[in-house]
């Protein structure tokens, strides 16, 4: 799943404090970086605001198309780890 968008619609786990609207977001990069024993690493380049963790799951549909539904299995997510944050200059903050 590469340069592709997702529509997001508000989580479950954040629907409680944020507005519920559907939010496309672009995948600008996804890929396996190994597999062993059913456990996927993958690395993920999306837009800011893009839910990783449902981007994954699904979120019982509010995420379409997500990682669970492309595999047409269930998936989640045991470790997040942010390794870069890429700034385009009309998203960099003056000091």
């Known amino acids: ?16 404090r944020r507005a519920d ?17 059913g456990m996927v690493e993958l690395e993920i380049r999306a837009q800011h605001g893009t839910y990783i963790r449902e981007l994954v799951s699904g979120d019982g549909g509010r995420t379409d198309p997500s990682l669970s539904l492309l595999v047409d299995s269930p998936c989640k ?8 944050l890429h700034l385009d200059n009309s998203e960099k903050k003056d000091d």
């Open 1 to 16: 799943m590469s340069r592709a968008v997702v529509e997001q619609r508000t989580p479950t786990r954040v629907s409680h």
């Open 21 to 37: 609207l559907v939010r496309p977001r672009l995948i600008n990069y996804m890929a396996v970086k190994s597999f062993v024993k």
């Open 77 to 84: 997510v045991e470790v997040l780890d942010v390794l870069n």
